[in-house]
């Protein structure tokens, strides 16, 4: 039986693990393979949040996210949601023997089998007063998530701000909960379809038959975003690179004697390349010796920032133009790649580029060893067939989780921004972001575009520098 083969626009909807894709690009009609992995970062947080036992987060997510779950673990903020997210999902599971406790028994919260008192005594510690007098379960139901409430907005901070947070949010907060009823409902509904619920930890939501929505970022995303009357057209960046293309690089890095990476910043997405980088382990890149970077004067400024944000060193070379219709950076790349091989001794090379003229790159020294970086939709089907056949392992950029290159994306944006001040008044907030967003070579949601506007061009704001002079300033 075939690989079976999906639309672009049906990847959203799939769970993926490690293994082949066949996607035909509607477009063009051509058909390509990925080899991705779901990545799971925002599902981590919010299933500790929820208050998945930590043997299934250990089983689930400590292979990939050891470090993220120690984080969380850490956090008192994302802890304390998950400790009253736990109390209530066990009110759910258990309470009419939870009611009768209370009444027959005299028993609270604290005294119960079914509760963390440790947790309990922490979360009072935290001033998080759970334990309440003369409260039965209804009551305590309402004043669990009546405190989730106060509390969930705290830990907007652990999610990237590419997202909704407020959709996150809906997760925990019970919408219209202080209503005569609405928990009743949402108590009917839980034992009612408690299979349906992930890892069984109740969720604010319309259960369906989805599956773990758990499993990845873009599976979670996916259904979220829908369950709030939007599509989530961002699936694609919560994807990375299988294990598999990883190891690859890793061992053309340590069969070589000597490796540099040359990028055609003209030809390579510096974003793209960012997220790369930082998705391999430093150890097994600290081999490179440097990364060249062939730029010309018309690129992204981000080309500018990257040395700043990776341990690799970097060089970086802006070649003049002769004429201004003719760039000669392929050329010059060229000729650098030679002149490391001849009198450096350096054997292999990365090159990152999209541009077919690296094949004659490639032909020229044939005894030096290649891997190629490009992107997809940049290098052409023949390119990608003649490498196959020469043997030399190539990957597509936008493979690699691109969330990674945030911190790259956020720098160059707040630069073009504080570029513009001088000359901000009178400009439209919002033509003035797709500018910023233009001239930092960012392609995006125009909804992430709208957070940006909203945080730092519409909070803009008059200060006094220290020549006692005005001037307009970024507020974070």
């Known amino acids: 039986m075939g690989k079976k083969r999906y639309s672009l626009e049906e990847l959203s909807e799939l769970k993926i693990d490690k293994e082949e894709i066949t996607v035909e690009d509607r477009e063009t009609g051509e058909e390509k393979t990925i080899k ?32 993220l779950l120690e984080t969380l673990k850490n956090n008192k903020e994302a802890s304390i949601i998950r400790y009253l997210s736990k109390i209530r999902t066990e009110l759910f599971k258990h309470f009419r023997d939870v009611d009768n406790e209370i009444v027959y028994n005299l ?10 008192k440790k947790e309990i005594e922490q979360l009072y510690k935290w001033d998080v007063p759970v334990i309440q007098t003369n409260y039965r379960a209804d009551k305590y139901v309402l004043h669990i998530t009546r405190l989730i409430d106060k509390n969930i907005d705290a830990c907007k901070k652990l999610f990237p701000e590419s997202i909704r947070f407020d959709y996150i949010k809906t997760l925990f907060v019970v919408s219209k909960y202080e209503r005569k009823g609405v928990l009743t409902k949402e108590y009917e509904k839980f034992k009612g379809k408690r299979k349906l619920y992930p890892f069984q930890m109740y969720i604010y939501w319309e259960p369906d038959a989805y599956g773990n929505i758990l499993y990845s970022d873009s599976k979670l995303l996916t259904v979220v975003y829908a369950q709030n009357g939007e599509p989530f057209y961002d699936s694609y960046k919560y994807r990375d690179a299988s294990d598999d293309v990883k190891e690859n690089i890793y061992d053309f890095i340590r069969k070589s004697g000597k490796v540099i990476m040359a990028v055609d910043c003209e030809n390579a997405d510096p974003y793209k390349l ?11 890149v600290k081999k490179i010796t440097r990364i060249v970077l062939y730029d010309d004067y018309h690129t992204t400024i981000a080309w500018d920032y990257i040395e700043k944000l990776i341990t690799i060193p970097v060089v970086h070379i802006e070649v003049e133009r002769v004429t201004d219709r003719k760039s000669l950076v392929d050329m010059r790349m060229a000729v ?5 091989y001849l009198t450096e001794n350096i054997d292999s090379f990365i090159l990152c580029s999209s541009d077919s003229d690296f094949w004659g790159l490639i032909s ?3 005894t030096a060893n290649y891997l190629v970086l490009y992107e997809n939709s940049k290098c052409g089907k023949e390119i990608k067939e003649a490498l196959t056949q020469k043997s030399i392992f190539h990957c597509a950029m936008d493979d690699f989780y691109m969330e990674n290159a945030k911190d790259l994306q956020n720098i160059v944006l707040k630069k073009t921004l504080e570029s513009y001040l001088p000359s901000v008044v009178g400009k439209s907030a ?4 797709k500018q910023i967003y233009a001239d930092a070579y960012i392609q995006t949601s125009e909804d992430e575009m709208k957070r940006f506007c909203d945080k730092y061009i519409k909070s803009l704001r008059l200060k006094i520098d220290e020549n006692g002079r005005f001037r307009v300033a970024i507020i974070e």
Do not use: C
């Open 36 to 67: 991705t992995v779901s990545r799971a970062e925002v599902a981590t947080i919010v299933a500790y949040m929820l208050g998945v036992p930590d043997v299934i987060l250990n089983e689930y997510y400590s292979h990939h996210y050891s470090k």
């Open 107 to 116: 028993s609270n919260l604290d005294r119960m089998s079914f509760f963390d």
């Open 274 to 284: 960012y997220g790369v980088i930082k998705n391999l382990k430093k150890e097994e």
């Open 336 to 340: 650098g790649v030679t002149e490391a």
């Open 364 to 366: 020229s020294i044939p």
């Open 430 to 433: 919002w033509e003035f972001t």
